[in-house]
T-cell receptor
Framework: DAKTTQPNSMESNEEEPVHLPCNHS???????IHWYRQLPSQGPEYVIH???SNVNNRMASLAIAEDRKSSTLILHRATLRDAAVYYC????????????FGGGTRLMVKP | NAGVTQTPKFRILKIGQSMTLQCTQD?????MYWYRQDPGMGLKLIYY???????DKGEVPNGYNVSRSTTEDFPLRLELAAPSQTSVYFC?????????????FGDGTRLSIL
């Protein structure tokens, strides 16, 4: 299974941009890169996903390295509500619907 | 929109008791999933279903059973509760297979077995 590596925790100041890194050096050519976040006492929430090109939506941007071995989730202006655990997950086409959630990155946002 | 609804939200069981965790979705999604999350850890897949009448094991299926008689419902059954099954259980659904479709999660069932 292709795995991801993320820092355990990061801190940010409110209203500043946040760059959350993810390494996935064993990614296969058909694996999508997904990001979810989990606020305290809630279920995970979909943030964004991509395959090769950078992606933008109302929540965040996803920058994918040219070799696809790493990616970065960008929150353009962090708010206190963005404090959560962020999971970078690879969608493995060869493993049916099996998902592998790692430990994620706990983002703390300071006012 | 209700999305994915899980009941109950909290439950305490005694060792050896059985219970069913309910999950229903109103998005007409084909795929449904059950995960468990132990304290401070990521989610682990227990079972999943690609449609009514079809289920398959995930990473940690032992001690659980599932059924999928309708598109909307995907209950998870614990037959003989054990302390190791104390966890938070999340149900999720997606329109199609994971690789290019987001999953929608419920708010979870917090289960303690004493």
């Amino acid at each position: 299974d292709a795995k991801t590596t993320q820092p355990n925790s990061m801190e940010s100041n409110e209203e500043e941009p946040v760059h959350l890194p993810c390494n996935h050096s064993t990614i296969s050519g058909t694996d999508y890169i997904h990001w979810y976040r989990q606020l305290p006492s809630q279920g995970p929430e979909y943030v964004i996903h991509g395959l090769t090109s950078n992606v933008n939506n109302r929540m965040a941007s996803l920058a994918i390295a040219e070799d696809r071995k790493s990616s970065t989730l960008i929150l353009h202006r962090a708010t206190l509500r963005d404090a959560a655990v962020y999971y970078c997950i690879l969608g493995d086409n060869n493993a049916g619907n099996m998902l592998t959630f790692g430990g994620g990155t706990r983002l703390m946002v300071k006012p | 929109n209700a999305g994915v609804t899980q009941t109950p939200k909290f439950r305490i069981l005694k060792i050896g008791q059985s219970m069913t965790l309910q999950c229903t979705q109103d998005m007409n999604h084909n795929y449904m999933y059950w995960y468990r999350q132990d304290p401070g850890m990521g989610l682990k897949l227990i079972y999943y279903s690609v449609g009514a009448g079809i289920t398959d094991k995930g990473e940690v299926p032992n001690g659980y059973n599932v059924s999928r008689s309708t598109t909307e419902d995907f209950p998870l059954r614990l037959e003989l509760a054990a302390p190791s099954q104390t966890s938070v259980y999340f149900c999720a659904s997606s329109l199609d297979s994971f690789s290019n479709q987001p999953q929608h999660f419920g708010d979870g069932t917090r289960l303690s077995i004493l």
